[in-house]
Structures are given as C-alpha cells and as structure tokens.
C-alpha cells in the first residue's frame, strides 16, 4: 500500500487535518482506532509506532515487487492471441484432452 492508498483509507476515517497529522506522526489514533483499522484495513497496530517508516518499507516493496513481476503488458512478445483489455474464460477453453 503506498502512500495515497494508505491516505485514501484514513479518510474514510478521519478529517483532512487529522490525517495530515497522523501521517506525519505527530499523532497516533487511539487504540480503539487503530485496532478497528487492523481489522478493517489490514493496517498492522505496530505500523503506527513509526508511520513513516511504515509507508517507506511498503513503497519499496511494492517496487521490489513490480520488479520481479512485470505486467502482462511487459511480457507480451507480440504472439498472444487475446487483445488488451479482454476477458478469456478459463474454464471453456478447450486444451484437447
């Protein structure tokens, strides 16, 4: 989750002022919060010792990540058969056996 994502989430939460000063880490939410946007949001209690550490560690591995698995886009070699943007139905193609 990067930054924006993780902002667009408090904002379903919190006003712009707060969530300004939450992700600066001038504040923290109350345990009460930060419990329900674990359960809610996957946002790990321990994230807000240190939030801009959080938000650092997961943009670099979100990088990492897009690094080792490119998109279809940037594997495509020209052959496939199926066009960008459309759907196949997995389950009706049929292999010969």
Known sequence: MN???FKDILNRYYAKTTINSLLCGRRTP????AVLLEQ???IPLNAWQNIKLYLQENATE???C???F???QECDDG????QSGESVD???HNDGR
């Open 62 to 64: 979100q990088k990492t």
């Open 90 to 92: 997995v389950d009706s």
């Open 70 to 72: 490119p998109t279809v």
């Open 79 to 82: 052959n496939s058969s199926v």
């Open 30 to 33: 109350s345990y009460r919060q």
């Open 66 to 68: 897009a690094q080792e």
């Open 40 to 42: 809610k949001e996957n």
């Open 3 to 5: 930054r924006v994502q």
